[in-house]
Protein backbone atom coordinates (compact mmCIF):
# COMPACT_ATOMS: atom_id res chain seq x y z
CA UNK A 1 0.00 0.00 0.00
CA UNK A 2 1.32 3.66 -0.78
CA UNK A 3 1.50 5.72 1.64
CA UNK A 4 -0.39 9.22 1.25
CA UNK A 5 0.08 13.10 1.58
CA UNK A 6 -2.06 15.53 3.71
CA UNK A 7 -2.85 18.72 1.83
CA UNK A 8 -0.71 20.96 3.33
CA UNK A 9 -1.89 24.32 1.39
CA UNK A 10 -5.31 25.84 2.63
CA UNK A 11 -5.93 26.95 -0.89
CA UNK A 12 -5.75 23.61 -2.37
CA UNK A 13 -8.06 22.38 0.44
CA UNK A 14 -10.68 25.19 -0.36
CA UNK A 15 -10.21 24.65 -4.00
CA UNK A 16 -11.11 20.61 -3.26
CA UNK A 17 -14.03 20.87 -1.55
CA UNK A 18 -15.84 23.90 -3.54
CA UNK A 19 -15.21 21.37 -6.46
CA UNK A 20 -17.04 18.41 -4.46
CA UNK A 21 -19.46 20.92 -3.36
CA UNK A 22 -20.25 22.05 -7.23
CA UNK A 23 -20.21 18.55 -7.85
CA UNK A 24 -21.97 16.74 -5.42
CA UNK A 25 -23.43 17.29 -2.09
CA UNK A 26 -22.88 14.01 -0.97
CA UNK A 27 -19.34 13.66 -1.89
CA UNK A 28 -18.42 17.52 -0.35
CA UNK A 29 -19.87 16.54 2.98
CA UNK A 30 -17.86 13.25 2.90
CA UNK A 31 -14.50 15.34 2.67
CA UNK A 32 -15.62 18.16 5.33
CA UNK A 33 -16.36 14.99 7.73
CA UNK A 34 -12.75 12.97 6.92
CA UNK A 35 -11.44 17.08 7.12
CA UNK A 36 -13.06 17.74 10.38
CA UNK A 37 -12.80 14.30 12.55
CA UNK A 38 -9.78 12.60 11.15
CA UNK A 39 -11.68 9.66 10.92
CA UNK A 40 -10.73 6.81 9.20
CA UNK A 41 -12.73 6.18 5.81
CA UNK A 42 -14.19 2.67 7.18
CA UNK A 43 -16.02 4.62 10.36
CA UNK A 44 -16.85 7.44 8.38
CA UNK A 45 -18.36 5.64 5.42
CA UNK A 46 -20.32 3.37 7.97
CA UNK A 47 -22.15 6.86 9.69
CA UNK A 48 -25.78 6.65 9.46
CA UNK A 49 -28.00 10.22 10.01
CA UNK A 50 -28.52 9.22 13.32
CA UNK A 51 -25.00 9.76 14.11
CA UNK A 52 -25.03 13.62 12.45
CA UNK A 53 -27.95 14.89 12.87
CA UNK A 54 -28.77 17.57 15.74
CA UNK A 55 -25.73 16.25 17.50
CA UNK A 56 -23.04 17.26 19.12
CA UNK A 57 -20.53 14.16 19.53
CA UNK A 58 -19.77 11.51 17.08
CA UNK A 59 -19.96 8.47 19.44
CA UNK A 60 -19.40 4.86 17.88
CA UNK A 61 -16.77 2.07 18.39
CA UNK A 62 -13.69 2.11 15.64
CA UNK A 63 -13.86 -0.60 13.11
CA UNK A 64 -9.89 -0.93 12.52
CA UNK A 65 -9.44 -0.27 16.57
CA UNK A 66 -12.35 -1.59 17.99
CA UNK A 67 -12.38 1.23 20.68
CA UNK A 68 -15.32 3.80 21.49
CA UNK A 69 -14.96 7.02 20.69
CA UNK A 70 -16.41 10.49 21.20
CA UNK A 71 -15.56 13.44 19.36
CA UNK A 72 -17.06 17.05 19.14
CA UNK A 73 -18.68 17.37 15.50
CA UNK A 74 -16.92 20.33 14.06
CA UNK A 75 -19.76 23.48 14.05
CA UNK A 76 -18.97 23.89 9.91
CA UNK A 77 -19.27 20.39 9.56
CA UNK A 78 -22.61 19.86 11.51
CA UNK A 79 -24.27 23.34 9.93
CA UNK A 80 -23.09 21.67 6.42
CA UNK A 81 -24.42 17.75 7.44
CA UNK A 82 -27.47 18.95 8.78
CA UNK A 83 -28.53 21.38 5.92
CA UNK A 84 -27.76 18.32 3.63
CA UNK A 85 -29.77 15.73 5.73
CA UNK A 86 -32.65 17.96 5.72
CA UNK A 87 -32.63 18.78 2.00
CA UNK A 88 -32.32 15.30 1.09
CA UNK A 89 -35.29 14.23 3.79
CA UNK A 90 -33.09 11.59 5.02
CA UNK A 91 -33.84 9.37 8.27
CA UNK A 92 -31.94 8.05 10.90
CA UNK A 93 -31.24 4.97 9.96
CA UNK A 94 -30.35 6.48 6.06
CA UNK A 95 -26.10 5.67 5.68
CA UNK A 96 -25.22 9.53 5.26
CA UNK A 97 -22.84 8.55 2.19
CA UNK A 98 -26.20 6.42 0.79
CA UNK A 99 -25.19 4.32 -2.59
CA UNK A 100 -26.88 4.76 -5.36
CA UNK A 101 -26.55 0.77 -5.65
CA UNK A 102 -29.16 -1.81 -3.38
CA UNK A 103 -30.85 -0.08 -0.62
CA UNK A 104 -29.58 1.97 1.77
CA UNK A 105 -26.08 0.85 1.52
CA UNK A 106 -23.31 3.35 2.15
CA UNK A 107 -20.85 3.89 -1.19
CA UNK A 108 -17.77 1.39 -1.30
CA UNK A 109 -14.44 2.08 -0.25
CA UNK A 110 -13.35 1.83 -3.63
CA UNK A 111 -16.03 4.76 -4.62
CA UNK A 112 -14.98 6.94 -1.96
CA UNK A 113 -10.98 6.66 -3.30
CA UNK A 114 -12.50 7.39 -6.92
CA UNK A 115 -14.18 10.25 -5.95
CA UNK A 116 -11.92 11.47 -3.95
CA UNK A 117 -9.03 11.30 -6.01
CA UNK A 118 -10.76 12.63 -9.42
CA UNK A 119 -11.29 15.73 -7.40
CA UNK A 120 -7.84 15.74 -6.50
CA UNK A 121 -6.70 15.17 -9.79
CA UNK A 122 -9.25 18.05 -10.82
CA UNK A 123 -8.11 20.55 -9.18
CA UNK A 124 -4.28 19.92 -9.72
CA UNK A 125 -3.30 18.25 -6.34
CA UNK A 126 0.80 17.31 -6.33
CA UNK A 127 1.33 14.37 -4.66
CA UNK A 128 -0.34 10.72 -3.60
CA UNK A 129 -3.49 11.34 -2.59
CA UNK A 130 -6.29 9.18 -1.71
CA UNK A 131 -9.41 8.55 1.38
CA UNK A 132 -6.76 8.49 4.06
CA UNK A 133 -5.39 11.84 2.81
CA UNK A 134 -8.56 13.43 4.48
CA UNK A 135 -7.36 12.10 7.73
CA UNK A 136 -3.73 12.99 7.18
CA UNK A 137 -5.05 16.57 6.05
CA UNK A 138 -7.03 17.13 9.61
CA UNK A 139 -3.92 16.18 11.56
CA UNK A 140 -1.35 18.19 9.61
CA UNK A 141 -3.54 21.24 9.87
CA UNK A 142 -4.53 20.86 13.56
CA UNK A 143 -1.01 20.54 14.77
CA UNK A 144 -0.10 23.66 12.21
CA UNK A 145 -2.67 25.59 14.48
CA UNK A 146 -2.00 24.05 17.65
CA UNK A 147 0.99 22.65 18.20
CA UNK A 148 -0.60 20.36 20.17
CA UNK A 149 0.70 16.74 19.24
CA UNK A 150 -0.30 14.91 22.42
CA UNK A 151 -4.26 15.51 21.80
CA UNK A 152 -3.47 15.02 18.56
CA UNK A 153 -2.17 11.26 19.30
CA UNK A 154 -5.14 11.03 21.29
CA UNK A 155 -7.70 11.63 18.74
CA UNK A 156 -6.09 9.10 15.94
CA UNK A 157 -5.18 7.08 18.91
CA UNK A 158 -1.46 6.59 18.19
CA UNK A 159 0.77 4.65 20.45
CA UNK A 160 3.28 7.72 20.37
CA UNK A 161 3.74 11.28 19.52
CA UNK A 162 6.48 10.44 17.18
CA UNK A 163 3.95 8.01 15.47
CA UNK A 164 1.64 10.98 15.11
CA UNK A 165 3.94 13.42 13.97
CA UNK A 166 5.50 10.77 11.18
CA UNK A 167 1.81 10.04 10.03
CA UNK A 168 0.76 13.44 9.62
CA UNK A 169 4.00 14.24 7.62
CA UNK A 170 5.91 16.54 10.16
CA UNK A 171 8.71 14.97 10.51
CA UNK A 172 8.97 14.61 6.77
CA UNK A 173 8.98 18.58 6.80
CA UNK A 174 11.52 18.99 8.84
CA UNK A 175 13.62 16.81 7.84
CA UNK A 176 13.35 18.64 4.08
CA UNK A 177 13.70 22.07 5.74
CA UNK A 178 16.88 20.90 7.17
CA UNK A 179 18.12 19.70 4.27
CA UNK A 180 17.58 22.94 1.72
CA UNK A 181 20.52 24.28 4.15
CA UNK A 182 22.74 21.66 4.29
CA UNK A 183 25.80 22.13 2.32
CA UNK A 184 29.40 20.08 2.49
CA UNK A 185 31.18 22.83 0.88
Given amino acids: MNSVDPIRSTKDISNFVDYLRGKNERDYILALTGFYSGYRI ?8 KDF ?26 KAANEYIEQNDLED ?22 VLKDAARAVGLQGN ?17 TKDVVTLKMIFNHSS ?11 QDVMNDKLKGFKLY
Avoid: C
Fill in 42 to 49: SDILNLKV
Fill in 53 to 78: HNRDYFYFREKKTKKQTKLLINPILK
Fill in 93 to 114: NDYIFKSQKGYNQPISRQRAYK
Fill in 129 to 145: FGTHSLRKTMGYHYYQQ
Fill in 161 to 171: VDVTLIYIGIT
